[in-house]
């Protein structure tokens, strides 16, 4: 039982979800979209193989998998209303090397400011991640509010970030400190 249909009349590959939710989407759309894509449907196939192509070791959930979808076929985009949905896909973006998607996802997070006023570490993190300095600049700007050496709660994100970046943060706030005194 498939989801949206994604495909169209060129030969379509059906994507499948860690939820084992199925997606068919074109081929030449998802090549197009997706390097990885690309060289995975560039590989010679079995001759037992289906007619159409099954991607089935897929680690990201059907939400996400929509997502990324909807953005590279042009139709309607879900919200973006949360910070957990947009790191899930601009991480599958990454992971598929999708330049468009992230290129969108990277615009909506530098054009709306909520998401580094109410998740500024966790934004940082995002921003070191994917090597957007931009983002990561424009987060840590409004972390200066966050207790980054006693919250146990921002642990798991400090933790996940490289030492580079985490000693930057660091020296930014003892500066902005220095510079209240």
Request: aromatic fraction near 8%; hydrophobic fraction near 40%; proline fraction near 6%.
């Amino acid at each position: 039982d498939f989801q949206d249909d994604f495909g169209c009349m060129d030969v379509s590959v059906t994507l499948v979800s860690r939820d084992k939710k199925l997606f068919r989407v074109s081929a030449c759309v998802l090549r197009a979209a997706s390097c990885v894509f690309d060289t995975i449907l560039s590989l010679p196939q079995p001759k037992a193989s289906p007619r159409e192509p099954v991607i089935d070791s897929l680690d990201e959930d059907a939400a996400t998998i929509e997502g990324l979808l909807r953005i590279i076929t042009g139709r309607e985009i879900p919200p973006l209303d949360t910070l957990e949905s947009i790191e899930a896909l601009a991480l599958a973006a990454e992971k598929w090397q999708m330049p468009g998607p992230l290129s969108i996802i990277r615009m909506l997070l530098l054009r709306h400011k909520s998401f580094a006023v109410n998740s500024p570490i966790r934004l940082y993190w995002l921003g070191c991640r994917l090597r957007w300095s931009d983002l990561s600049n424009l987060a840590s700007s409004y972390s200066c509010t966050s207790d980054i050496y006693y919250n146990p709660d921002l642990e798991p994100v400090l933790k996940a970030l490289g030492a580079e970046d985490l000693l930057r943060l660091i020296k930014f706030h003892r500066q902005r400190r220095d510079c209240m005194r």
